[in-house]
């Protein structure tokens, strides 16, 4: 068979085909008017009552920063420490109500900082935000998994800062740990831990 007579044959078997009738002109669609966005600074935010106190732990002095800014420009009180031993020593030095807490630590890291947390009597009821650089979920997992109540990757926004802190908040917008159960949960004090002396 040559070319020309597939050529021959393909115009053959179209011109059998009956022409295929035109679809109707479809009504012109009214104009939809975009919604209007609604900025998330207008959204009722539950804040932490003012004068609440706010421990930061993180070795990096831009993370310490941008926490200490937002914090202090929504009328919270905050105490910073660059490591694990100096952010223990602030805890028993005086009790915050919240605390972010950095995993990668010189000294001590933050897991062993949240165990100790998590075994001292007096600051068992302590709400925690553990802070990571790290994209792995695994860091979340085992903060969570020691106690942790809640996890922030880094970077992170004013806005998530705050949404974090709004789920730890009772009825009298005073931070709290995450469910009743949490406290029964807890390990009981192991007396080889002493928490760093001021």
Known sequence: MSIFD???????????????????PAA??????PAEPVERRQRERANVRQGTRVLIID??????????KALRSAGYETREALDAEQGLAL????????IFLDIILPGMNGFHALRVIRKTPEWQHIPVI??????QATEQFYAERIGA????????SRHE??????????????PRRKGEAASAALPAADPEVTPAAP
């Open 161 to 174: 800062i705050f949404a974090r802190m709004e789920l730890l908040l009772d009825e009298d917008s005073i």
């Open 149 to 156: 109540d809640d996890f922030m990757k880094k970077p992170f």
């Open 91 to 98: 805890i028993a030095e005086e009790l915050p109500e919240l």
């Open 28 to 33: 012109p669609a009214e104009p939809v008017e």
């Open 130 to 135: 553990m802070i990571s650089g790290n994209e």
């Open 6 to 24: 597939r050529i021959l044959g393909s115009v053959r078997k179209t011109a059998g085909r009956p022409e295929a009738t035109p679809a109707p």
């Open 59 to 68: 070795d990096s002095p831009t993370v310490v920063s941008v926490l200490r």
